[in-house]
């Protein structure tokens, strides 16, 4: 493999490994934030034992988050400074609101959360909790207003001499037809995994240690499948908002995504589809009729442009050249990205109806508290495959292809040391992860039983350490 590609693979594996982090994070804390409210609302003790027991798993996620998340920034001058060249004056303004204003939030809040405890009076402690998911929301705004330019470039103009875009309108930047779609769709999302998270770690205790805290757990489950469900719900219609804002600025991508090789009116919906290996031409589909038409317009009757036509089109409008991305992995991981969350949804669904009226769940059920947070993990994984490798060959859309974005002067060896190093510090940081939240998981509920001292008239007393 030549530079470009063993760079996009570092790409690849870096922020995929990141983005298992963001989800838990996004959801995680306002779950907690939701749990702290409810104990002080009520004062009654199960949720300040959940707020606490999960707060810390929040915490571990978050620590791993944030480092995971630098070397993203590190990669566009290591490897891409072509193209952080291009977009540095456009994505300066979000990116630095994320840093200066979102993170600003959330790691100031954190801090007086955490320590904060037995120092401040409950409604302004719960205060900072609401203010670190305040700004979780916020940073996933502003970077995801980034990568909506990515896919729909807006508010700037085109400097030839500098050879760079430069922003004219942040607020167009902000109010992206893709990111006012793009970030409701995230951050359900989001929430399908963090209540998977609660779900599957309650049931895990529930039929483990059935008689060890099982109100306070089966509270922990109902509530985590909860928010599965309404998520769920929440992720299928802001879907479908996406996909029409996406057949209207990137056709090419809806195209790849059913496989649709010729412009079709109606179109249908490919269910099953296998075509050549190169992804040039459908050799068997199964599909549902007038249902893709719907799905891209809003129309049964509405037309989709196919995939040969809009290769002829593009050809005309930039130059000679492929402007197809991989339809094999384009049309999988887009099946993919819904199937694994319908699935989510319907577990979710599944463990509310089996342990409704208090019935206890039965001991084979523990093989499903592992793979339960995993399920809408996975979905968004491939969601995010999807949008990104579907806008292929363009880093930019329409404006700067991938090959014109790498850095001129890396070597290849220098980004297979970056790639294999990169690589074993993640595996590492994975077992480490891994071990931390498991360790905490089998810990339970212990050492949350006391409520925490709230007098704010004790000057004298020590800092000390919530968790």
């Known amino acids: 493999m030549d530079t ?70 590190f990669q566009f001058g290591m490897n891409w400074s ?18 200066l204003l979102a993170f600003f939030l ?29 700004g979780t929301q916020l940073s996933a705004y502003f970077i995801l207003a980034a990568n909506s330019w990515m896919q729909n470039p807006v508010g700037f103009r085109y400097n030839a001499a500098r050879g760079r875009a430069e922003l004219t309108d942040l607020w167009a930047v902000l109010t992206n037809k893709v990111v006012l779609v793009t970030f409701p769709h995230t951050i359900f999302a989001a929430f399908m995994v963090g209540g998977a998270f609660v779900a599957g770690v309650a049931l895990w205790h529930l039929v483990r240690r059935p008689g060890t805290d099982r109100d306070v757990f089966r509270s922990a489950l109902k509530i985590g499948a909860s928010v599965v469900l309404v998520a769920g719900v929440g992720v299928a219609i802001s879907g479908d908002l996406q996909g029409k804002v996406m057949t209207e600025v990137q056709p090419m991508k809806m195209a790849a995504a059913e496989a649709l ?30 249902l893709l038409s719907f799905l891209a317009t809003g129309r049964f009757d509405g037309e989709v442009q196919g995939i040969n036509s809009l290769q002829e089109a593009y050809e005309q409008l930039y130059g000679p050249g492929s402007y197809k991305p991989n339809i094999p992995l384009t049309y999988w991981t887009f099946r993919l990205m819904i199937g694994v969350g319908m699935a989510s949804a319907a577990v979710a669904l599944w463990l509310l109806w089996t342990t409704r ?51 001129p002067g890396t070597t290849s060896g220098e980004v297979i040391t970056s790639l294999v190093g990169f690589t074993a510090l993640y595996g590492v940081l994975a077992v480490v992860e891994t071990k931390l939240l ?30």
């Open 106 to 134: 959330e790691s100031t809040f954190i801090g007086l959360w955490i320590f904060g405890w037995d120092r401040l009076p409950k409604l302004v402690h719960l205060g900072c909790i609401w203010m670190v998911v305040l």
């Open 82 to 99: 072509d193209y952080s060249r291009f977009v540095g004056d456009v994505f300066g303004a979000p990116l630095a609101l994320e840093g």
């Open 357 to 407: 009226r208090g019935r206890a769940p039965a001991r084979w059920l523990v093989w499903l508290a592992a793979p339960l947070p995993l399920l809408p993990l996975v979905a968004n994984t491939f969601g995010w495959i999807f949008t990104e490798t579907g806008r292929q060959p363009w880093l930019v859309f329409g404006l700067l292809p991938t090959a014109s974005g790498v850095s």
């Open 261 to 290: 090789y010729e412009t079709e009116k109606p179109a249908s919906f490919s269910v099953f589809t296998v075509g050549t290996l190169d992804g040039s031409k459908e050799i068997f589909s199964i599909k549902l009729p007038y």
């Open 438 to 467: 498991l360790r905490t998981i089998r810990t339970g509920l212990a050492g949350t039983d006391a409520p925490p001292d709230t007098a704010p008239d004790q000057p004298d007393k020590p800092l000390s350490f919530a968790y």
């Open 4 to 73: 470009l590609d063993l760079a996009r693979w570092q790409f690849a594996i870096t922020t995929v490994y990141h983005f298992f982090f963001v989800p838990v994070t996004i959801s995680l804390v306002a779950i907690t934030a939701g749990l702290q409210t409810a104990w002080y609302r009520t004062g009654k003790e199960k949720y300040l034992r959940l707020t606490k027991f999960y707060g810390k798993l929040f915490l571990i996620n978050i620590a791993m988050g944030v480092v995971t998340g630098l070397v993203q920034e």
